[in-house]
C-alpha cells in the first residue's frame, strides 16, 4: 500500500449539482460517448440531484450501499459500480476505499428530467473533491465534466454557470470530450410542466442508439450545427424570440426523430401536445416571447423571461396547470455546490 492510502481514514463528501435542459440537443452518438453533433443547454437552478458519498479505508473498492431518497436501489448501485469499473483507470484514487453514496433528486428520475445529468455530475464531484483532497490539489472542471460525460453524455454539461456547450463546433473551447461554460445574459425561467412520473419505456441510451439506423440521421446532424450557431448568435444578440423559434424546432425535430426511428416510439402524452398548443396559441395573442422545450419524456418546459413573468404565470396557473400532475418553477442557474466535506 503506498503512503498515500493512509492520508485518508475516512471521509464525507457532499455535493448538490444541478440537472441541465438542452436548447440544442444531443442525440446519436459514437463509441465511447462521443456526440454525433454539438449540443448547448441551460443549467437548472431547482432540478437538481444532492449527494454524500462516505469513504472508508478498505482492502479493494468496493460500493456497500447505495439509498436514493432513503432506501436501498441495487439497480443504481450497479450502474455506478459498471460506470466506476469501465472507467477505473480514472478513479484508481478509490482502489483502498470502500464507499456508501446516499442520492436524491429534487424531481421525478427517469421522467425526461435529465436525472441522468445531476446524478453523475453530482457523484463525480463528490470523486474529484476526494481526489484532490488526496492529491492535495484543486478539482479540474474539464477533467470532472470528461467523466461526467462518461457517465451520461449531456451530465458534461451540467458543471458550469447559466449556459454550457458540449461537442466540437466553433464555439470557444468546443470538445468532444467536456463542457464549457459560456455566458449569455438573458434571464431566462423554466416552468417545467409534469404531465406523467411514469418511468419511460425508451431509455436515453436506446434512443442514441436507434440514431444509428434512423433515415434522417445525417440531416439531423446538419440541422444540429446550423442550430448551434443560430442558437449562439440569438443568446449573444439577448435576442429571445430568434433563440426560442431554434428551440422549439430543436425539440421537435428530436421527437420527429424518434418517431421515424425503427422501431419507432413515442414519448409525448395526449397531455403534453395539448400543451404545446396552448403555450403557441397564447405566444400569438400576448406577442410575449414564450417557448416551450422537451427532452426524452413528456413533460413540457415552458421557457420565458424573467420580465414577463407575471403575466406568463398567470396564464400557467389558468390554462397549463389543469393539464399537469405538477409544476416546477425553475430558472437560469449555478453549476455544483460542495455542501459538506470531511476528513479523518
Ligand atoms: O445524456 P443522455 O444520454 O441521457 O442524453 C440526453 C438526451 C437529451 O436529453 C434528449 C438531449 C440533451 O442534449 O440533453
Request: aromatic fraction near 10%.
Amino acid at each position: 500500500m503506498s503512503q498515500q492510502d493512509f492520508l485518508i481514514k475516512k471521509a464525507s463528501v457532499e455535493y448538490k449539482s444541478p440537472s441541465n435542459i438542452a436548447f440544442v440537443k444531443y442525440w446519436g452518438k459514437k463509441e465511447d460517448q462521443i456526440p454525433q453533433n454539438a449540443s448547448l443547454s441551460m443549467t437548472l437552478s431547482n432540478c437538481f440531484t444532492q449527494t454524500k458519498v462516505n469513504f472508508e479505508h478498505s482492502d479493494c473498492f468496493i460500493i456497500k450501499s447505495l439509498l436514493l431518497d432513503g432506501k436501498s436501489n441495487e439497480l443504481f448501485l450497479k450502474k455506478i459500480r459498471k460506470f466506476i469499473d469501465k472507467n477505473f483507470e480514472s478513479f484508481k484514487f478509490l482502489n483502498n476505499y470502500s464507499l456508501s453514496i446516499e442520492t436524491h433528486n429534487s424531481f421525478p428520475h427517469s421522467s425526461g428530467i435529465a436525472s441522468s445529468a445531476s446524478g453523475f455530475s453530482a457523484l463525480v464531484m463528490c470523486l474529484m473533491e476526494f481526489e484532490a483532497k488526496l492529491n492535495g490539489s484543486q478539482i479540474d472542471l474539464k477533467k470532472a465534466s470528461n467523466l461526467s460525460r462518461l457517465g451520461s453524455g449531456s451530465a458534461s454539461r451540467s458543471l458550469f454557470n447559466g449556459f454550457a456547450h458540449w461537442g466540437e463546433s466553433p464555439l470557444l473551447d468546443s470538445s468532444n470530450l467536456y463542457a464549457s461554460e459560456i455566458d449569455y445574459k438573458l434571464n431566462i425561467k423554466d416552468c417545467i410542466a409534469i404531465v406523467s412520473r411514469a418511468q419511460k419505456k425508451t431509455s436515453s441510451s436506446a434512443g442514441h442508439g436507434l440514431m444509428e439506423s434512423n433515415p434522417f440521421a445525417e440531416v439531423r446532424y446538419k440541422n444540429a450545427a446550423r442550430n448551434l450557431k443560430l442558437m449562439d448568435k440569438a443568446l449573444q444578440n439577448l435576442d429571445f424570440f430568434s433563440a426560442g423559434e431554434v428551440i422549439e424546432a430543436e425539440a421537435m425535430e428530436l421527437h420527429a426523430l424518434m418517431m421515424m426511428s425503427t422501431p419507432s416510439f413515442i414519448l409525448l402524452e395526449e397531455e403534453s401536445i395539448g400543451i404545446i398548443k396552448l403555450i403557441k396559441e397564447f405566444r400569438e395573442e400576448s406577442g410575449l416571447p414564450i417557448f416551450f422545450t422537451i427532452d426524452a419524456g413528456p413533460n413540457i418546459h415552458i421557457l420565458y423571461l424573467d420580465e414577463n413573468k407575471t403575466q406568463v404565470e398567470k396564464f400557467i396557473e389558468d390554462k397549463i396547470k389543469a393539464k399537469t400532475i405538477d409544476l416546477i418553477f425553475d430558472e437560469k442557474g449555478s453549476g455544483p455546490e460542495l455542501l459538506e466535506s470531511f476528513y479523518e
